[in-house]
């Protein structure tokens, strides 16, 4: 049709997408399908075939880079294995562990699609276990409804906020996001991932939250959660898209990381409660109490904003509770 590369960004988003998409490195989502067979004029069955490249094949992992006796000792594998079967069986014990994922695991491997956030270097073999293994998990979850991408608006956030007034409100959020069809999974980390939490795409219409309660304390829960919502609302689009969040305090330069952080407290605290508040000149746990009442959330939410805005992360931790008693997946097992 004589159409140069930037024809195509108003069927398929952005120049880089673009690019990906012609180069095989991203598939056509549906909604690209259907814009560029509407505006273009091109059958569907042209733009539904599946390209020579996809799908990826498990030949192209390095199965001896997986942390094969980290993933054992966390029952990755089902029963205990000896060093000597491990050694020699990577590769068969891998295949098996994600068989039941199909290719979505490999697929988004592969194209290296996902956003990290961390200041620090991390194995993306470990991480591409952990990523499988909280997939696993969430398959087996059973939903209530489909979600829906127009449901995660700024009435829902604070309902899911408002849940940590409760000394069970963790769990409370899980089987409320249940409830609207978003799992919410909590997988201990692996070792050089550094992880908090993240955001992933099961199928097109089944996010994913991926938590490790890597900090056992009520703020981080919460903000870590907020923060995976975000990334849901307004960035988890494409089928390879992930977003993996490391959320120590550090420099972070990223639009996306910032629109999500900031989206995540105004969820909790917003800016206009804050900025009336005495939580915001005062380092005072009476402080942190009172806005937490007038907010309906646990007093460890305004804790959090209030260490983060003094950049002074030794106050106020008799406000912060702990999570991983609520959740006995989280429990100190393996090695």
Excluded at 211 to 231: G, K, Q, S, V
Excluded at 312 to 326: A, H, M
Aim: charged share 25%; aromatic share 8%; with cysteine.
């Amino acid at each position: 049709m004589g159409l140069a590369q930037r024809d195509l960004v108003p069927y398929i988003g952005s120049k880089s997408k673009v690019s990906e998409v012609l180069s095989g490195k991203r598939r056509l989502t549906l909604p690209m399908i259907r814009a560029l067979s509407a505006g273009l004029g091109l059958p569907l069955k042209v733009l539904i075939q599946n390209p020579e490249s996809d799908p990826p094949t498990p030949d192209e992992i390095d199965w001896k880079r997986f942390p094969i006796r980290k993933m054992a000792a966390r029952g990755y594998f089902g029963t205990q294995r000896a060093g000597r079967e491990l050694r020699n069986s990577v590769d068969t014990l891998i295949r098996q562990f994600l068989a039941p994922l199909g290719s979505r695991p490999i697929y988004a491997f592969r194209r290296q699609t996902h956003h990290v956030r961390s200041g620090r270097s991390y194995d993306e073999y470990a991480l591409f276990a952990w990523t499988a293994q909280v997939m696993r998990q969430a398959l087996s979850h059973k939903l209530a409804t489909t979600f829906r991408a127009d449901l995660i608006d700024d009435e829902f956030m604070r309902r899911v906020a408002q849940l940590s007034w409760s000394n069970q409100g963790p769990v409370l959020a899980r089987e409320f996001l249940a409830q609207h069809g978003i799992p919410l999974v909590i997988e201990r980390h692996l070792p050089k991932t550094y992880l908090d939490g993240a955001a992933l795409l099961l199928d097109p219409d089944r996010p994913v939250i991926g938590m490790t309660l890597r900090y056992d304390r009520l703020d981080n829960f919460w903000y870590c959660l907020m923060h995976e919502l975000a990334h849901i609302r307004l960035h988890l689009h494409e089928p390879d898209d992930a977003y993996y969040d490391d959320l120590d305090p550090g420099d972070e330069d990223d639009p996306q990381e910032i629109e999500a952080d900031e989206l995540a407290r105004e969820a909790l605290v917003p800016r206009a409660a804050w900025e009336n508040s005495a939580a915001r000149d005062l380092r005072s746990p009476d402080a942190a109490i009172s806005l937490a009442k007038r907010l309906q959330v646990h007093p460890a939410v305004v804790a959090g904003r209030m260490r983060y805005h003094w950049k002074d992360f030794t106050i106020l931790t008799q406000l912060l509770g702990r999570v991983r008693p609520l959740f006995p997946e989280s429990a100190t097992t393996g090695v």
